[in-house]
């Protein structure tokens, strides 16, 4: 079993950035992929990140690329979202999610998901 518990969230100026970290527990942490999501009011939760368990490969949801980086340090079991250039449309509460498979990048292959944390952009 896993555990996550993200952090990081706030209230941001549009253009400025975050961190979001979440920790993790448990035996199969570091064999899992990790990623995270995000959903705002009256909107379907949607991919925003992924890392492979290895941490080689990552994927990003087109809106964000180019602005959020996600990481991994399996050693101290932490999974981070660095988000650069924020705007109004990110914000949302963002989840992180761990899975079993290679790239956890939709909902439905989600084994596990945090409490979330809100992110609010204003302008």
């Known amino acids: 079993q896993v555990q996550l518990v993200e952090s990081g969230g706030g209230l941001v100026q549009a253009g400025g950035s975050l961190r979001l970290s979440c920790a993790g527990s448990g035996r199969t942490f570091r064999r899992d992929s990790m990623g995270w999501f995000r959903q705002a009011p009256g909107k379907e939760r949607e991919f925003v990140a992924a890392?492979?368990?290895?941490?080689?490969?990552?994927f990003y949801a087109d809106s964000v690329k180019g602005r959020f980086t996600i990481s991994r340090d399996n050693a101290k079991n932490t999974v981070g979202l660095q988000m650069n250039s924020l705007k109004p449309e990110d914000t949302a509460v963002y989840y992180c999610a761990a899975s079993g498979v290679v790239a956890v990048t939709t909902v439905r292959v989600v084994d596990y998901w945090g409490q979330g944390t809100q992110v609010t952009v204003f302008s």
């Open positions: 890392i492979t368990w290895s941490g080689g490969s990552t």
